[in-house]
């Protein structure tokens, strides 16, 4: 399995024969090399989406277009995706779980956050925000998605038992470095932690020594955009 971060929330996951694009935000990413583009989608087979915002899914249309990539989200998004750019979809709901090929599982779970559209009237609904548990090769990711601590993590713990967890973690928008690690602490018995949402922007935390410190014993590995993680 192969985890490349594309900067902010968004990653490039190789594994059990796809290429899954995670909430890839390329255009306008301060963090991300646009000249590094078709680089960062090559062989692109699906984009999973959490939610509606322009920093997780503004690019996913032209990704699809380009790729022949599948998006794949929450229902209410995918519908307004597909009709408005003409590009095939796979919707589904929280605790719903869809194929990926022979060998790649993902469910979707809860998340606590917001998700909308920008449109010249203001934001539109687009459907709620989630999160992601992708199954494949021995390895259980759990993708947070922006969200703060919640409850429902242990179910998601005590259902998908996740040895790596994907964890957004800069603070104003989501969780920070201290209640990402709380979550960790609290609900998961991670083996791997990769922090993401931070970095991008000077409002966001900017290290995550505060998350290393807090989760003793656990791979905490702060990601470097286009290097790849090989677990």
């Known amino acids: 399995m192969k985890i490349t971060w594309l900067g902010h929330s968004g990653f490039r996951i190789e594994t ?12 306008g990413n301060p963090m991300f090399p646009e000249d590094r583009w078709s680089e960062a989608v090559a062989g692109a087979t699906h984009v999973l989406i959490s939610h509606g915002h322009g920093d997780h899914a503004a690019d ?14 929450i229902y209410d998004l995918m519908q307004w995706l597909g009709g408005k750019h003409g590009v095939e979809t796979i919707g589904f709901n929280k605790g719903g779980t869809v194929s990926l090929g022979e060998v790649v599982k993902v469910t979707m779970v809860n998340a606590v956050h917001s998700s909308s559209v920008d449109s010249p009237e203001g934001p539109v609904y687009a459907g709620h925000e989630a999160g992601f548990v992708i199954e494949a090769e021995g390895h259980t990711i759990y993708f947070s998605g922006d969200t703060d601590v919640m409850a429902d993590m242990a179910i998601i713990n005590d259902l998908h038992a996740p040895d790596i967890g994907i964890l957004c973690a800069g603070g104003h928008f989501t969780m920070d470095m201290k209640r990402a690690a709380h979550a960790a602490k609290t609900f998961f018995d ?5 922090p993401c949402h931070y970095r991008t922007f000077p409002i966001l935390e900017q290290s995550a020594e505060a998350l290393k410190a807090a ?7 702060e990601p470097e955009v286009l290097a790849t993680i090989e677990l």
């Open 215 to 221: 989760l003793p014993g656990v791979d905490v590995i």
């Open 60 to 73: 996913a249309p032209a990704i699809a277009k380009e790729t022949g990539a599948v998006l794949v989200g």
């Open 16 to 27: 059990g024969g796809q290429v899954l694009l995670v909430d890839p935000w390329l255009t």
């Open 190 to 194: 991670f083996k791997t932690v990769i």
